[in-house]
């Protein structure tokens, strides 16, 4: 079985408050490719600007480190065919923690908030909840493989934009998947998680199509 964890992409799409949306557009049309093609056979070929930071996508070291692994230097391994955890949020705060007994080492842990609820909407934007930092430390310090979210930011986002997250992980070179969606579906344990966007070079984060395979 295989459980989709990614958010549909589309023209106009607002994933962050001042992120450019996506703009689909069209290279060739179908009539125009007429000409081009033998009778009866047509194409249509797409294009799309968008920001790296769209939709669903993974956070690579060089998004962070200029001298970090960036999506072409990432082993595929570390985001394809994991191990999968859930953590779910529990308790009144939004920020959460991870239970220290759980064996997270070489693990793709994601974190389950209930957040991609208000995707799609300006609820989304305010008072999400984030992995704390103590926590984040931990997963750093156990060697999880990747560390995901169904939310805005791992970090919380305050004015003065401090992301400890970010810094500790991308730091130990751990991959952040950031706007998962449908982790509800899963169980705690026992899928395998796959996340692994084009091999780019230059760039450190990218939109992925995440899923599942219990």
């Known amino acids: 079985m295989i459980v989709e964890l990614s958010h ?3 023209d ?3 994933t962050y408050p001042g992120i450019p949306a996506p703009r689909v557009g069209v290279h060739l049309s179908r009539e125009d490719s007429r000409a081009v093609y033998a009778p009866g056979t047509e194409f249509h070929m797409a294009t799309i600007s968008l920001a790296a930071n769209t939709g669903t996508y993974v956070d690579t070291p060089f998004h962070r ?5 960036d999506l072409a230097a990432m082993p595929i391994d570390r985001l394809a065919d994991l191990p999968g955890l859930v953590v779910r949020a529990e308790g009144p705060g939004r920020a959460v923690t991870v239970d220290r007994s759980l064996d997270v080492r070489g693990k ?10 208000h995707f799609g909407t300006e609820a989304y934007f305010d008072g999400h909840p984030y992995l704390a930092p103590e926590s984040a430390a931990w997963l750093a310090e156990q060697g999880a493989a990747l560390v995901g979210i169904d939310s805005l930011n791992i970090d919380d986002t305050p004015p ?4 400890p997250a970010h810094t500790i992980l991308l730091g130990a070179g751990i991959p952040l998947v950031e706007h998962l969606t449908n982790l509800a579906a899963l169980p705690e344990e026992g899928f395998r998680l796959h996340a692994a966007p084009p091999m ?15």
């Open 8 to 10: 549909r992409l589309h």
């Open 12 to 14: 106009g799409l607002v």
């Open 65 to 69: 480190y200029p001298d970090g692994q």
């Open 108 to 117: 793709a842990v994601l974190v389950h908030t209930g957040w991609d609820r």
């Open 160 to 163: 003065h934009g401090e992301r």
């Open 200 to 214: 780019i070079a230059g760039m450190g984060t990218f939109p992925v199509r995440a899923y599942a395979v219990l």
